[in-house]
């Protein structure tokens, strides 16, 4: 492991707020550590037994044994450490992830059915030990609160607060006393803001350059939901912004490839979520898709999209803006409000900070709450700005390169030359 790195991870009851603070503090560590910094979470669907575990918590799978759910999130989090979460530790100087929950929770949720903190832990033995853990402590009042402004169906473990809270005391305990790990505990009842300051300050002790230089905007670090205006035209495009953006001044300073994309990445940070989510379907339909009408049907900021194969075959497929992290689950629970099903879907994810996985396979889904239907769920691409800024590089070099060429074509010079050509 590369010995500058930082893994992080965040830990607390269900409602707790983990999901926004994660989002925040990534958003805001990848000002002064751009391209450094990645967010993760567990259950990690696209690893080693992701959607049993998915359908477990979704009550679809209702007959399952403990023993078997407890080694399921053993194994999806090996597989997580093995694919995603050493890989990238391990890939530059510096690198930072913060992980959404991790073994703290399978010591709390799954020692039960004869399985101790001790087994739990030896079963998690081999997965990465991070550097600190953050427990976002909250009443159950302000937990129960905040899961219903989510606004969505209970999880399996998403009940009975209070004996939760007593065994996440309690496995603090055992992680800090009989394993020595570095777990840290913050008030999470305050603002967002709050909360994520004040983690961000243990982490500054631990590493002083992780302090942004200059203070930063706070409207690309809301990790709220924002529904844009757009309305079935695409009022911002890749070459407005290059415009607005001043990128091709910027393209004639002397600088690699890396670091006017870093640059425009961080340009990008700063553009609106409107217009965010416009640059999100120009970048669609540059990709020969083509965008129609905001779906009527939905209350999601959902766009039909055709694709024509050759033949004059027609797929449909769905763009949609959420600001939320890629979850399969949050998808499927939003995807049955497309009841029109399609074949592909492009997910808009806003915010600096990669992402660990950027697709999802198909799937079976069930939609039409009235018909129970079951169609096939589209396999889907996640986009996220650093795509929308490389769009804005590749065509800003395009234009800049056709202005140099037409420049040349009409230099004064070439006309004298053809002409002395012809004299000759
Ligand atoms: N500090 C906070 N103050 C007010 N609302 C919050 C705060 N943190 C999160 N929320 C809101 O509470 C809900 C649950 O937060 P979330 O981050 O999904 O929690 P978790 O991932 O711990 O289940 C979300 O609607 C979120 O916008
Ligand atoms: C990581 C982990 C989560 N869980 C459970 C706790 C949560 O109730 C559930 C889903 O986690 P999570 O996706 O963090 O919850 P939310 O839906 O609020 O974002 O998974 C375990 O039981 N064991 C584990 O090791």
Same mark, same amino acid.
Request: hydrophobic fraction near 35%; aromatic fraction near 8%.
């Given at each position: ?24 503090? !990534? ?11 990645k967010?993760?979470f567990e259950?990690?669907?696209?690893s ?11 009550k679809k799978i ?14 999806n ?5 093995d694919?995603?979460?050493n ?13 959404d ?5 399978s ?5 039960t ?7 739990? @832990? ?13 427990f ?7 937990? *129960?609160?905040r ?27 055992f ?10 505990e ?9 909360v ?25 670090l809301?990790s709220?939901?924002?529904?844009t ?20 001044? @910027?393209?004639?300073e002397?600088?690699t490839?890396?670091?006017h994309?870093?640059?425009?990445e961080?340009?990008?940070?700063q553009?609106n ?13 540059n ?15 959902? @766009?039909?999209?055709? *694709?024509e ?11 949609l ?14 995807a049955p ?5 399609s074949?592909?879907m492009?997910v ?7 992402l ?12 039409n ?17 650093k795509?929308l800024? *490389?769009?804005?590089? !590749? ?9 140099? !060429?037409?420049?040349?074509n ?9 002409k002395?050509i012809?004299?000759?």
């Amino acid at each position: 492991m590369n010995k500058n790195s930082l893994f992080i991870v965040i830990e607390g009851l269900d409602g707790s707020g983990k999901t926004s603070v994660t989002r925040y503090i !990534s958003n805001i560590l990848d000002k002064e550590n751009h391209g450094k910094v990645k967010l993760t979470f567990e259950p990690h669907d696209p690893s080693c037994a992701g959607l049993f575990i998915r359908q477990v918590l979704m009550k679809k799978i209702r007959n399952f044994s403990p023993k078997i759910l407890a080694l399921a999130f053993a194994a999806n989090r090996l597989d997580h450490c093995d694919r995603e979460i050493n890989p990238w530790l391990d890939s530059q100087d510096g690198a930072i992830i913060i992980c959404d929950r991790y073994y703290l929770s399978s010591l709390v949720y799954q020692s039960t059915g004869g399985l101790d903190f001790e087994k739990v @832990y030896d079963l998690n033995d081999a997965a990465t030990k991070p550097d600190i853990i953050f427990f976002l402590n909250v009443s159950n009042k302000v937990c *129960y609160e905040r899961m219903k402004h989510r606004n969505e169906s209970k999880e399996l473990f998403e009940t009975n607060l209070s004996q939760t809270r007593k065994r996440f005391h309690e496995a603090i305990t055992f992680l800090k006393e009989k394993k020595n790990e570095n777990i840290v505990e913050i008030d999470a009842s305050g603002k967002l803001e709050e909360v994520a300051n004040n983690i961000l300050s243990q982490l500054y002790k631990i590493n002083p350059s992780l302090k942004p230089k200059q203070p930063l905007l706070s409207h690309s670090l809301v990790s709220e939901q924002r529904v844009t205006t757009l309305n079935g035209h695409i009022p911002y495009r890749v070459k407005d912004a290059i415009n607005d953006l001043g990128i091709l001044d @910027y393209l004639k300073e002397d600088k690699t490839k890396e670091e006017h994309l870093t640059k425009i990445e961080s340009i990008v940070d700063q553009l609106n979520f409107n217009q965010l989510g416009s640059l999100f379907l120009d970048h669609i339909s540059n990709n020969k898709y083509e965008v129609k009408e905001k779906l009527p049907w939905t209350e999601l900021d959902a @766009y039909e999209l055709t *694709y024509e194969l050759p033949g004059g075959i027609e797929l449909t497929g769905v763009a949609l803006i959420i600001q939320e992290k890629q979850r399969y689950d949050i998808i499927l629970k939003k995807a049955p409000d497309i009841p029109k099903m399609s074949d592909f879907m492009f997910v808009f994810s806003p915010g600096p900070a990669e992402l660990v996985t950027n697709y999802y396979e198909r799937g079976i889904i069930k939609y039409n709450a009235e018909t129970i239907k079951e169609g096939l769920f589209p396999s889907i691409k996640l986009v996220t700005q650093k795509e929308l800024a *490389y769009d804005i590089w !590749s065509m800003a070099k395009k234009i800049d390169w056709e202005n140099n !060429s037409s420049k040349n074509n009409q230099h004064p010079k070439n006309s004298i030359d053809c002409k002395e050509i012809t004299v000759n």
